[in-house]
Every structure is written in C-alpha cells, then in structure tokens.
C-alpha cells in the first residue's frame, strides 16, 4: 500500500501518534454519559474497560490485522470481554479476506459445543457483525481420531464448506463448555491456501489505517454496549427476550435465543429468578455483569450456572438467586460487591423457549418468598 505525502507527513512529525491519543481520550465520553451510574467504582470499572478495549483493538487491527496471514487469537477471556462474554465460553478469533481461500485444521476435543462463523462489517466502522457464513460441530465431517478439516471460499467445496463474501473480513469461533475441568477444548489452526509467501516489513500507511481503526473499535464498541445498557433500565430487576435481530446484527451466534436486561440490589437484597421448565437445548446458562456488559470475575466469584452446574426442581425447572450476601440456597449468582450491572440468559439450540419470571425479595426473607 502507498502511502501519501500528506499522511508521511503526519506519521513522521507524529501527529498520526497524536490523533490516535486524542481520539482516545474522547472515548472517555461513553463512560461519563448522563446515564451511567456516577459512583466510583462503577467508573473505575467504565475506564478499565476502555483499556481492555484498547487491548483487543490493537491486536485485531495491528498485530493479527494481515488476512494473507492469518491467525487465532483470543478476543475476550478472563481480562478482556466485550458485549456479556459467555464465561463458559472460549473465543477464537482471525481476521480474514473474503476474496482468498483458507483452511482450517482442527482436533474436536470433547468441549460441548463449537461453531464457525464468518462475519462482515465491524464495529469500528458501522458497528455490526454481519453473518456470511456458519457451520457447527453436529455438521462437520470428523474423522475417527477427532479430526477435521474446513474450506473457507466464496465458492462452495467438497467436504466440510464455510461460506465467506467479498466482504467477509473475521472469523469468530465458540466452544462452549459446560465443566471445564472435564472437557478438552477443540485445537485449530489457518492458513491461507494457495501459498508460500512470507510477510513483508511493517507498511507505513497499513498501520496509520490500522492504528485509526483500534481508536474507531474502542469508541464504537463502548457506545454501542453502553447503549444497550440504557435500553435495559426501564426493565431493570426483570429478565425479558432480547431483540434477537438486533444480537445477530452484532455477531449473535444464530442457534442461540437471548435474553438480556439491568439489574441493581442493595446490600441485603436479592434477585430470584425462576424458569418453569427448561426447554430440551444443547446448552444454556445464565450470567451477571457489570453495568459495561462485561462479565464479572468469574475466575473467584460463582457468576454463572449452566445447564451442567444448575440443581434443578423436581419438575425440570430451576430457580437462581443474584445476591451479595449468601442466600443459604443453591444455584447462587455472587454479586462480587458490584450494586448494578446487567445479567443475560442464553438458550443454545433450543425449539422452545420457556420465559423466566423475576422478583426481589430481602436476603433475610427468602426462604418464605420461595
């Protein structure tokens, strides 16, 4: 790529450097927005959350940015998440040309569930996540030791076929355990097909691109995400069906049902969640997060149950209870001294979907609200 005299310029009298900070700094206004809860801790938690943004930026724009040369990196885990980060989640992520081929080599493990999607568009520039194609695990063709190959192209192939566009640019892998401890992850690699090049030094203008496209991703990503959160307060303490149009436009996985809404509990409070029945479904678990939809310290605090952890009624229902203090039950959800966040509850391959109902009730009175 040719880089301009105007933008040499700019990158050797570094105000390149200089409108990426300042660009930054104005990413700050996501967290100081009038409705965002104003205390302390939850703006500590806003301006740590810009950095872990910043963090994954770079590497998905800078670091792993070249498609001829792709490579998984990991785009929320334990000290980076995004938009309600499935804990049980392990996400695999490559950024990809839609107009080349690409293989994936893989191993299938023993996790419970694992899907391939590509994906178009971006947050940091018209903030969506387009589907163009999708395969998972109960559609691939795997061999007796487990393992498996998938062809990424425009063009159908023989075999297990990942559909990209033109504008396909990123790949977003899950696997979805339900016991970590038991489960062996799937192992996968990519490459590019059809050569043998190697890459070539760092290109001036590519990086002034990529470096404004890191300043556009934090940015876009915290109001987008801090935008669902407003849309969640006049539900708060309730759990209702998300806009399941809405979460595939951002990178839904489309075998997945949604739920989403904010929650907020004094001390001595405690939020009771109750499903009826649940639905026969390949996987689900419920989560709380801070108010910046990040999933809370789930190395050291119970923040989620699955349908492998979840003690369920002798109907096939389970009932789950979000407070700081203990409530002395099961299928208990640790506050983690965190007042507010919001909370998402997620149905994997379900037919059916069985709505939960919701109250609050004081920590001392939960045994006769049950």
């Known amino acids: 790529m040719t880089i301009s005299s105007i933008d040499e310029q700019h990158l050797l009298s570094g105000q390149t450097w200089s409108t990426f900070c300042d660009h930054l700094k104005r990413c700050g206004e996501q967290i100081l927005r009038p409705e965002a809860p104003a205390d302390a801790a939850t703006r ?21 940015a070249d498609p001829a040369f792709p490579s998984f990196f990991k785009t929320s885990h334990e000290t980076a998440k995004i938009g309600a980060d499935n804990p049980d989640n392990l996400y695999e992520y ?10 994936i080599k893989g191993q299938r493990g023993s996790v419970a569930y694992l899907s391939f999607g590509t994906q178009k568009g971006g947050y940091e520039t018209d903030g969506t996540l387009i589907q163009t194609g999708f395969i998972d695990a109960s ?12 062809i990424l192209s425009r063009e159908p192939k023989p075999g297990n076929w990942l559909k990209m566009e033109d504008a396909t640019n990123a790949l977003i892998v899950r696997q979805t355990f339900l016991d970590r401890r038991i489960e062996a992850p799937a192992k996968l690699s990519i490459e590019r097909m059809g050569t043998d090049s190697k890459p070539q030094a760092l290109d001036p203008a590519t990086f002034q691109q990529g470096l404004a496209r890191v300043s556009s991703f934090v940015e876009n990503t915290a109001r987008l995400f801090a935008d669902w959160s407003q849309s969640y307060l006049p539900h708060s303490n309730q759990l209702p069906p998300a806009n399941q149009a809405l979460c595939q436009s951002v990178g839904g996985d489309p075998n997945i049902f949604y739920y989403h809404s904010h929650w907020a509990l004094a001390e001595d409070e405690a939020l009771v969640i109750h499903i009826d029945k649940v639905p026969d479904c390949d996987f689900w678990n419920l989560q709380i997060n801070n108010y910046w939809m990040e999933s809370l310290d789930y190395r050291y605090h119970q ?37 507010q966040g919001t909370m998402c509850l997620r149905w994997v391959g379900a037919q059916e979907q069985c709505h939960p109902t919701t109250q609050v009730v004081k920590v001392s009175a939960i045994a006769e609200a049950l």
């Open 139 to 150: 559609q691939l063709e795997v061999d007796a030791q487990g393992n498996f190959e998938i």
């Open 303 to 339: 923040i989620c149950f699955n349908k492998h952890q979840a003690q369920y009624d002798d109907n096939g229902g389970v009932t789950l209870v979000l407070s700081e203090l203990d409530p002395g039950l099961s299928n208990w959800l640790q506050t983690a001294g965190v007042r």
């Open 44 to 64: 500590a938690e806003g301006f740590r959350y810009l950095t872990r943004l910043l963090r994954i930026g770079l590497e998905m724009h800078i670091e792993f």
């Open 94 to 103: 490559s950024r990809l040309d839609g107009t080349l081929d690409y293989r």
